[in-house]
């Protein structure tokens, strides 16, 4: 009996082996159907109607890097939510935007976080920025499966450099394909219309305001020209969520922030409804 007890309050084995410090490795190892990629469809032919979230945008600017994304989430034409948060830490100093399936790509950003705090706690240190970026490359290339049955979850990762004292961008495609964007860059739907808005409007020596404000007005941009993506919503006081990374680390702009920058925006839309025009050089 005194055995049996010792038994129940040990670890089971599966914890108490060497390996790596990735916990993905570990999950795919001892319990691999707990991987998003890895739980099949049942019965599920073509491809399969779920809530879409769209879109993100990143600029860099002097001390680091603003990432946004507007709050609407589409299925089909319907609007399946007003209000959905796309934004999210990975870690101190790195952020998540999600476009795609949205229940996959909040369970993905969930793990992705989870990866990040093991590693932290087995080595005693944090990943590189570069090994981040390339440990979520991994598991958006685990999600491949899914992707094809048109389940699809393309992030955009940006963070703080401490090594390099710089913010940086990394985009991806469905089979974890990974590139550095600089200066700026867009995922989602809107991502067209965005990306046309930061080539106009983006500037090496932006201030953390100005870069804020220039994310704003390209969501704007995206959500004039894509019915996916939701605008800046008055009515409702839904606004876009607006995160900065820089040397003090992750930092989401306060409501109060955030309706101010928006305000902003569309005041300026009533006089110039195209938005502001890039200064010619």
Known sequence: MAANSHDQGRLPAPYLTPGSSS??????????????????????QGAVQAPHGTTIVAVAFAGGVVLAGDRRATMGNMIAQRDIEKVFPADEYSAVGIAGTAGLAVEMVRLFQLELEHFEKVEGDTLSLE????????????????????????????????????GRIFSYDVTGGRSEEYGFAAVGSGSVFARGSLK????????????????????????????ATGGPDV????????????????????????????????DGRLQLPNGPLAPLV
Do not use: C, W
């Not at 570990?26 to 707990?34: K, V, W």
């Not at 969501?219 to 020209?225: K, P």
């Open 23 to 44: 916990f993905m490795d570990f999950l795919s190892t001892h319990a691999p159907e707990q991987l998003p990629g890895s739980r099949p469809l049942p019965g599920v």
């Open 131 to 166: 090994g981040k970026a390339n440990r979520l490359s991994t598991m958006i290339r685990g999600n491949l499966g899914m992707a094809m049955q048109g389940l699809a979850v393309v992030p955009l990762f940006a963070g703080y450099d401490t090594d390099r004292s710089t």
């Open 200 to 227: 106009k409007l983006h500037r090496a020596d932006l201030t953390e305001e100005q870069a804020a404000t220039v994310a704003v007005q390209a969501l704007y941009d995206a959500a004039d020209d894509d019915s």
């Open 235 to 266: 009515a409702r006081r839904i606004y876009p969520v607006v995160a900065v990374i820089a040397e003090g680390g992750y930092r989401r702009l306060g409501e109060d922030e955030v309706t101010t920058v928006a305000r902003t925006v569309l």
